[in-house]
T-cell receptor, first 112, second 114 residues
Framework: QKEVEQNSGPLSVPEGAIASLNCTYS??????FFWYRQYSGKSPELIMS????GDKEDGRFTAQLNKASQYVSLLIRDSQPSDSATYLC????????????FGRGTSLIVHP | DAGVIQSPRHEVTEMGQEVTLRCKPI?????LFWYRQTMMRGLELLIY????????DSGMPEDRFSAKMPNASFSTLKIQPSEPRDSAVYFC????????????FGPGTRLTVL
């Protein structure tokens, strides 16, 4: 049973701070990792993908992957109230089934 | 582009009734995905199509669920008979060439089975 674990939160950070969201996964064969943002009552929106160990930066977002420790994280620099949302982590295995496994999400609140 | 279009946006039905959810993918996208989201189970991929052909339906919960894609611009997800535990938000998404990182979600259909 593949599992993707996230702390449900809420994670509360002040505006301008760095928000750190973490995700652990159980299957060592996992190859692709995604972060989605979902505003309340809206559909998920892909914000980052990462496939190899290390950091990947895109604007204020940085995804970090450590396959040896089986975790992937998302850092949001200079957090804004508009970043307040639930962040979903998803993991896929490229060989065999392409079906991703999603975490339950972490609720992030950025307060002014 | 209008994005992924889903209908209806809300559906309330009684247990035992047939429910049909509809999706129109983004024009030019050749992959389509159906998801279900609940508080208990989170977001789950039910089935996905490439070029109108079902590729992996291992996420479909049981035989009461079926999905079709008769052409590149239309797909349906049918539940027959519906049960209260099917209550969820159902999302359709589309992408180019099956890429997970080019996937766009529709607004979802909120299904309530009484």
């Amino acid at each position: 049973q593949k599992e993707v674990e996230q702390n449900s939160g809420p994670l509360s950070v002040p505006e301008g701070a760095i928000a750190s969201l973490n995700c652990t996964y159980s299957d060592r064969g996992s190859q692709s990792f995604f972060w989605y943002r979902q505003y309340s009552g809206k559909s998920p929106e892909l914000i980052m993908s990462i496939y190899s160990n290390g950091d990947k930066e895109d604007g204020r977002f940085t995804a970090q992957l450590n396959k040896a420790s089986q975790y992937v994280s998302l850092l949001i620099r200079d957090s804004q109230p508009s970043d307040s949302a639930t962040y979903l982590c998803a993991v896929t295995i490229l060989e065999g089934s392409y079906i991703p496994t999603f975490g339950r999400g972490t609720s992030l609140i950025v307060h002014p | 582009d209008a994005g992924v279009i889903q209908s209806p946006r809300h559906e309330v039905t009684e247990m035992g009734q047939e429910v049909t959810l509809r999706c129109k993918p983004i024009s030019g996208h050749n992959s389509l995905f159906w998801y279900r989201q609940t508080m208990m189970r989170g977001l789950e991929l039910l089935i996905y199509f490439n070029n109108n052909v079902p590729i992996d339906d291992s996420g479909m919960p049981e035989d009461r669920f079926s999905a079709k894609m008769p052409n590149a611009s239309f797909s349906t997800l049918k539940i027959q008979p519906s049960e209260p535990r099917d209550s969820a938000v159902y999302f359709c998404a589309s992408s180019l060439r099956g890429g997970w990182d080019t996937q766009y979600f529709g607004p979802g259909t909120r299904l309530t089975v009484l």
